[in-house]
C-alpha cells in the first residue's frame, strides 16, 4: 500500500512554456500533499504544501504565480511550473500524507528540463 | 539556515558490518523525526520513524535512536548489506495547523561494499 505515482517521469520544454505534473495517491487517500524540489547532490527542498479543496501554503522564496498548485481531489494534485525558464529545471517530487503518524509517502519524481 | 544537518556527505561500510549514520538538529520545537532511503532518479522511500518521547525504535535490520538533550538521531543499520547503497536523509517534523511539515537534512550516500 501507500503508493504514489507522478506523471510525466521526464519532461524537455523550451523556455517560455508550461509544464503541469500530475500526483496521485493510487491506494489511500491523501488530505494533504508536498511539493519538493531537488538540485544535483542535495537535499528535498519544500516547495509547498496543500490541502484538498484549499489554497496552497509556499514555502518563502517560491514564487507562486510561477508554481501553481491544484489539489483538486484527496488522490489528485497537480503542479504547473508557468512560463518556464533553464534555471527551472530540476527534479520534482510530490509527497502524500494520509495525516497519520506525520509519514509522507512520495512519488518517483519528474525530471524537467527547459532548453 | 539548516535546521537538520547530516554532516557526513557518504560513508563506506563492509557488508555484514554495522552502518550509522548521524543526524543533528537545531529546532527543539521538532515532535518527529524520519529516515527516508533514496535511490538516483526516484523518490524517497520511508525507513522508519520516531516519535520525540521515545529515544529509540527498531524494525528489523533498521534502529533509530533519538538524544534529545543532544538533538541528535542516528540510524543503525545491522548487518549491512548491498542492498543497502543508497542516500539516506534524515527528516524533522513540525505539525503547524495540524498537517505535517518535513525538513530534510542534506543526505548521506552509504556504500555498502562486499
Known amino acids: 500500500g501507500a503508493v504514489v505515482s507522478q506523471h510525466p517521469s521526464r519532461v524537455i520544454c523550451k523556455s517560455g512554456t508550461s509544464v503541469k505534473i500530475e500526483c496521485r495517491s493510487l491506494d489511500f487517500q491523501a488530505t494533504t500533499m508536498f511539493w519538493y524540489r531537488q538540485f544535483p547532490k542535495q537535499s528535498l527542498m519544500l516547495m509547498a504544501t496543500?490541502?484538498?479543496?484549499?489554497?496552497?501554503?509556499?514555502e518563502q522564496g517560491v514564487e507562486k504565480d510561477k508554481f501553481l498548485i491544484n489539489h483538486a481531489s484527496l488522490t489528485l494534485s497537480t503542479l504547473t511550473v508557468t512560463s518556464a525558464h533553464p534555471e527551472d529545471s530540476s527534479f520534482y517530487i510530490c509527497s502524500a500524507s494520509p495525516g497519520l503518524h506525520n509519514e509522507q509517502f512520495f512519488g518517483p519524481g519528474t525530471r524537467l528540463t527547459v532548453l | 539556515d539548516q535546521q537538520v544537518k547530516q554532516n557526513s556527505p557518504s560513508l563506506s561500510v563492509q557488508e555484514g558490518r554495522i552502518s550509522i549514520l548521524n543526524c543533528d538538529y537545531t529546532?527543539?520545537?521538532?515532535?518527529?523525526f524520519l529516515w527516508y532511503k533514496k535511490y538516483p532518479a526516484e523518490g524517497p522511500t520511508f525507513l522508519i520513524s520516531i516519535s520525540s518521547i521515545k529515544d529509540k525504535n527498531e524494525d528489523g535490520r533498521f534502529t533509530v535512536f533519538l538524544n534529545k538533550s543532544a538533538k541528535h538521531l542516528s540510524l543503525h543499520i545491522v548487518p549491512s548489506q548491498p542492498g543497502d547503497s543508497a542516500v539516506y536523509f534524515c527528516a524533522a517534523s513540525v505539525t503547524p495547523g495540524g498537517y505535517n511539515k518535513l525538513i530534510f537534512g542534506a543526505g548521506t550516500r552509504l556504500a555498502v561494499h562486499p
Open positions: 529546532n527543539s520545537m521538532f515532535d518527529y
Open positions: 496543500s490541502n484538498e479543496g484549499s489554497k496552497a501554503t509556499y
